[in-house]
């Protein structure tokens, strides 16, 4: 049975924005919601019957704010705004990403702050729960403003115009519309502000991305824990006592995931004269995992807060006053993605240094490069290097986006966030580096059957193993692969829904203690 959400504008979560953008859940309108967007809307229409000036209603739009619209202008006054606004450029965004910015702008109009008619937010949801998917170019822009090109495009099909997905298909605006059996519809004043005035398109993409990364953040600590099997790594560093005294809540969350999944492990062992500690790469899981963990726990709480706000402008207030502000400015979401791509960058900074471990013959003492005959097999060589070209990568895209500004708008929006290349980047980081962690993951499942001793493995890291070999064999020769399709198995198997689930059927991993 199709999941169904419910929406009154106060109480989206970051797993209900999954189950609708990924999963076809459909949405309801909650009753009270909708009265407060029909009053709303009623003092928008007695703006329109008094001739009150108030802006992106009666005037012009940016440095236009003093151009004054004439009352029978205004209808074409917003359907130019979409029509001119629309200037994105580059590849769609996913349909995912823009499902979730669908829902996360319905949920904002919710609130009952915009001014729109009922019937257009219920014309939004209709496109949303009939799968008519609107295509928008990723790029174009500047968080600040709100999304304005990203969302005009959303918009776009709603007039018949622009194009549109519908069952995997690119279509005209209006065929999507056809096809789907929907009327277009026209816009009436303030409508086409608020449906593109605001952070949805940034913490749309942006929301994905956390979630998606507070699933890596647990897969890390499963990699991590494989490669303490494969080097019979010590497991002192994980005691609670030593992070109870140092009560960083991603450390302590850090240290329990890796003894849960290692409990019963026979490969691990304790410190010795002979063998006093292990490098940073496995000893400081706790405190460099646990460190991501901290931010993205902070980027969490920021994103459902922002999907449950009202982000345009001007506001109309419960008691009729039209407070023209800047809720659209993309600043407190832009800095917190920013800090999510670094998070997600310094994971796989570190499993990229835990695969070196793993192929490096003087450190794992297993044959070089986890194959049998190493010389006329490469085995596992150019999966480091692509590892480590990813994690370059990374870094060049962890530099801020939030800390560059551009004016624009003839200087009247001179300070903008950049937040929607912050999210789109950190997005970008969150797939390299989950190839980084599902490399790490085969290369260590590769070693395990390297060893010449391979004791049982842990509660956790024992169905990790298992899963993974469901899907790849082990490799002996060159001659029977191509290394490339090995890895996206890898990729295929760690990212879906599956391997997290029974690992966690067998261990319970969190990311905050």
């Given at each position: 049975m199709t999941q169904l959400i419910h929406l009154d504008g106060n109480s989206l979560t970051l797993e209900e924005v999954i189950a609708v953008a990924r999963h076809g859940a459909?949405?309801?309108?909650?009753?009270?919601?909708?009265?407060?967007?029909?009053?709303?809307?009623?003092?928008?229409?007695?703006?329109?019957?008094?001739?009150?000036?108030?802006?992106?209603?009666?005037?012009?739009?940016?440095?236009?704010?003093?151009?004054?619209?004439?009352?029978?202008?205004?209808?074409?006054?917003?359907?130019?705004?979409?029509?001119?606004?629309?200037?994105?450029?580059?590849?769609?965004?996913?349909?995912?990403?823009?499902?979730?910015?669908?829902?996360?702008?319905?949920?904002?109009?919710?609130?009952?702050?915009s001014g729109i008619r009922l019937s257009?937010?219920?014309?939004?949801?209709?496109?949303?729960?009939?799968?008519?998917?609107?295509?928008?170019?990723?790029?174009?822009?500047?968080?600040?403003?709100?999304?304005?090109?990203?969302?005009?495009?959303?918009?776009?099909?709603?007039?018949?115009?622009?194009?549109?997905?519908?069952?995997g298909e690119l279509l005209s605006g209006q065929e999507a519309l056809d096809r789907a059996g929907i009327e277009k519809i026209q816009l009436a004043a303030k409508e086409g502000l608020a449906l593109i005035n605001g952070t949805t398109v940034l913490t749309g993409i942006g929301a994905l991305a956390t979630y998606d990364g507070i699933q890596l953040l647990k897969l890390s600590d499963i990699a991590g824990a494989l490669?303490?099997?494969?080097?019979?790594?010590?497991?002192?560093?994980?005691?609670?006592?030593?992070?109870s005294i140092r009560p960083q809540s991603g450390q302590l969350a850090t240290a329990r995931n890796i003894r849960n999944l290692l409990e019963g492990s026979k490969n691990t062992t304790v410190a010795t004269q002979q063998r006093v500690q292990d490098p940073y790469t496995l000893r400081c899981i706790p405190q460099i995992h646990g460190a991501s963990k901290d931010s993205i726990?902070?980027?969490?709480?920021?994103?459902?807060?922002?999907?449950?706000?009202?982000?345009d402008n001007p506001i109309i207030t419960k008691e009729g006053h039209v407070i023209s502000g800047g809720n659209f400015h993309g600043e407190p979401m832009a800095q917190p993605f920013d800090f999510l791509g670094i998070a997600l960058s310094e994971i796989g900074n570190v499993s990229e240094r835990r695969v070196e471990r793993l192929v490096n013959s003087q450190l794992s003492k297993l044959p070089s490069f986890l194959v049998k005959h190493p010389g006329l097999n490469s085995g596992f060589m150019i999966t480091q290097?692509?590892?480590?070209?990813?994690?370059?990568?990374?870094?060049?895209?962890?530099?801020?986006?939030?800390?560059?500004?551009?004016?624009?708008?003839?200087?009247q929006e001179d300070f903008v966030s950049m937040g929607t290349t912050a999210a789109r980047k950190a997005a970008e980081i969150l797939k390299n580096s989950r190839r980084i962690v599902a490399t790490e993951i085969m290369a260590a499942c590769q070693a395990l059957d390297l060893k010449p001793e391979n004791h049982e493995l842990g509660k956790g890291t024992k169905p990790a193993y298992e899963l993974i070999r469901q899907k790849l064999n082990f490799i002996e020769f060159d001659k029977d692969i191509e290394i490339f399709e090995e890895l996206n198995k890898a990729s295929a198997v760690v990212e879906s829904e599956e391997f997290l689930a029974t690992i966690e059927k067998a261990v319970d991993l969190s990311i905050q203690y």
């Open positions: 459909q949405c309801e309108l909650d009753e009270q919601a909708k009265e407060a967007v029909i009053a709303s809307r009623k003092i928008v229409d007695d703006i329109v019957r008094e001739k009150r000036v108030v802006y992106g209603v009666t005037t012009g739009f940016g440095s236009l704010c003093n151009v004054s619209i004439s009352p029978e202008d205004t209808v074409q006054l917003q359907e130019n705004l979409i029509r001119t606004h629309s200037s994105g450029f580059g590849d769609p965004l996913p349909e995912d990403a823009v499902r979730a910015i669908m829902l996360i702008r319905i949920n904002s109009l919710l609130k009952g702050y257009t937010v219920e014309k939004l949801l209709e496109l949303l729960n009939k799968g008519v998917t609107p295509y928008i170019p990723e790029k174009g822009s500047l968080g600040a403003s709100g999304d304005l090109a990203p969302l005009a495009h959303m918009v776009l099909p709603m007039l018949g115009l622009g194009r549109a997905y519908y069952k490669s303490m099997e494969v080097h019979n790594g010590i497991t002192s560093p994980f005691e609670e006592d030593l992070h726990a902070y980027v969490k709480e920021k994103v459902e807060i922002e999907i449950n706000s009202v982000t290097y692509a590892c480590a070209s990813l994690a370059s990568e990374n870094k060049i895209l962890s530099h801020p986006a939030s800390v560059d500004s551009i004016p624009s708008c003839e200087n």
